[in-house]
């Protein structure tokens, strides 16, 4: 049983709105820079990126062994593409990361899987020079998530998962934030699958 993707999507978008205004970016921009302004990274092309090819566009194969992961399975609904990351094959138990490409706000709105978990306020990041919002939720599983602004209308979404108790708090978040670098550097790379 693959768990399923938990978004809590209102509030994750209210903060990155907040914490890209705060830092005086836009959510997308191709404006000048104005000396001093914090600037919006480019906008990452995701175009590429499709079902068959989200697990190697978004961490490598040396990536994947590197945070154990012991299956990369594909999923894509409408306007998105995922990959779930499995460190274990014990369903009653599962560990891992989901990584997740939401083309447009409306595909982020629609991801909520109406679960009933205890979530944290959202906080808002930077993540490699790109507005983003943090959040854990708590429940029979713990779930530290990142939703970054993209650009161009385009979230990504890095969520580290596991049993409850078993991985801390900070860990979850800092874990979700290594993959999420990992996988924004990846996207970003010339000749990337997203690019």
């Not at 090819?53 to 992961?69: F, P, R, Y």
């Not at 306007?79 to 982020?108: H, I, K, Q, W």
């Not at 970054?148 to 049993?163: C, H, M, N, T």
Request: aromatic letters at 6%; hydrophobic letters at 40%.
């Amino acid at each position: 049983m693959r768990p399923q993707l938990r978004v809590w999507p209102v509030v994750p978008l209210v903060v990155l709105a907040t914490a890209c205004a705060a830092s005086g970016q836009q959510l997308a921009t191709s404006a000048k820079p104005i000396p001093g302004q914090h600037v919006a990274a480019v906008p990452v092309n995701t175009a590429g990126v499709q079902e068959g090819s989200v697990c190697e566009a978004t961490l490598t194969e040396a990536q994947q062994k590197a945070i154990g992961v012991w299956e990369a399975e594909p999923m894509s609904g409408d306007g998105e593409v995922s990959c779930y990351f499995s460190m274990t094959p014990d369903e009653d138990n599962p560990a891992g990361y989901v990584v997740s490409v939401f083309r447009n706000e409306e595909a982020l709105l629609g991801a909520a899987d109406g679960t009933d978990p205890s979530p944290t306020k959202a906080v808002p990041v930077m993540v490699k020079g790109r507005g983003a919002a943090r959040q854990v939720m708590y429940g029979d599983d713990w779930r530290a998530s990142l939703t970054v602004d993209i650009g161009a209308g385009q979230f990504l979404f890095v969520e580290r998962y596991s049993p409850a108790h078993m991985v801390t708090e900070q860990d979850l978040n800092a874990q979700a934030r290594k993959v999420a670098e990992q996988v924004l550097a990846n996207l970003e790379k010339p000749g990337a699958e997203g690019a």
